[in-house]
């Protein structure tokens, strides 16, 4: 008797965790939600064949309370804050490396062009782009404009 509290309050707590967890870090029908639904469904059904259908009824109710419970603390509270990202990337890919390139310097294209892919000016590579026009690789390029990251080029007839 004993035993079967422990398995069913157990069952019942680790399934609401788990819907707790899947309503608020991981949004949407996933398996932790469906498995913590499924344990609380098995822990009613095991205290309802094996306590009875009186405290199968109280556990029932219980269930659903602490359930209740559980949830609007956790939507209401800011309890969960603490384990959300608040900050936000706000950096660009090579920000801090900024290019010595000039307008009218000349390379190949490493990668095809489509229009971007990679370029290859004085031994370094870098990501380039071309004004919607298909290059293939090892074809000869001109920078035609820098626009701060940006490298437009254009093939060398």
Do not use: C
Request: glycine share 8%.
């Amino acid at each position: 008797m004993l035993l079967d509290w422990i398995t069913v309050i157990s069952l019942i707590g680790i399934g609401l965790l788990l819907v707790v967890v899947e309503l608020i870090f991981v949004p949407g029908t996933t398996v932790v939600g469906i498995l913590g639904f499924i344990l609380t469904a098995i822990g009613i059904w095991i205290g309802y064949a094996a306590l009875g259908t009186n405290t199968g009824h109280v556990i029932l109710a219980t269930t659903v309370l602490v359930a209740g419970i559980a949830f609007f603390y956790s939507f209401r509270s800011d309890s969960w804050t603490r384990f959300a990202l608040k900050e936000q990337n706000r950096s660009r890919v090579n920000e801090d490396e900024q290019h010595t390139l000039t307008v009218g310097q000349e390379g190949t294209t490493v990668s095809a062009l489509r229009p971007q892919g990679t370029a290859l000016f004085t031994e370094r590579h870098y990501q380039v782009q071309t004004r919607s026009e298909f290059l293939a690789p090892n074809t000869p390029i001109r920078i035609v404009k820098l626009d701060q990251n940006k490298i437009i080029v254009e093939a060398i007839s």
